[in-house]
């Protein structure tokens, strides 16, 4: 029952972590003006994160733990996919294709009759690579707690094998 608590806690903490980068990031580059909304901002980003620590996350964590392979690379690599995938097929970029729409961002124009500019590319891969960041965020907060509480897992270094104990 102990490693179901222990994969339970671990799913808050890889919801709560992008969603807390998420604000602070809003909060720094926004100043002032984005007070108001940052517990909109907050619960949003809470719930996608949440929802994607549950559908995905923890099969893929899950996953690694039966194969022998939970550690803390594979997991962040898995966070970033995890991310960026979903990320990348909701905002795709032909979705608008053969419809007569123009889009502007910041005056620039990213969506041309329904085809993406240059600035549309950018635009979207800074999107998903945001996404994947704050998947990695996720997958590493998962990692650390799960570590952290699970029985019979530690976070703290073992000596090494053959050296001798202190020095009397």
């Not at 966070?79 to 979705?95: D, F, T």
Request: proline letters at 7%; charged letters at 10%.
């Amino acid at each position: 029952m102990r490693p179901l608590l222990a994969a339970a806690i671990a799913t808050l903490a890889a919801a709560l972590a992008p969603a807390l980068a998420m604000t602070c990031l809003l909060l720094v580059f926004g100043g002032k003006e984005v007070f108001p909304i940052l517990p909109l901002v907050f619960f949003v980003a809470l719930a996608v994160s949440f929802l994607h620590a549950l559908c995905f996350g923890v099969l893929v964590a899950g996953w690694l733990v039966r194969v022998g392979r939970f550690r803390l690379l594979p997991m962040l690599l898995s966070g970033l996919v995890i991310g960026i995938v979903p990320a990348a097929i909701w905002q795709q970029p032909y979705k608008h294709a053969g419809t007569q729409s123009n889009a502007w961002s910041n005056g620039v124009l990213t969506l041309d009759d329904g085809i993406p500019t240059l600035a549309g590319w950018i635009d979207y891969l800074q999107f998903i690579g945001y996404a994947g960041v704050l998947g990695a965020i996720g997958a590493t907060a998962f990692y650390l707690v799960y570590k952290g509480v699970s029985p019979g897992n530690s976070l703290k270094l073992e000596p090494l094998r053959d050296s001798a104990g202190p020095a009397s």
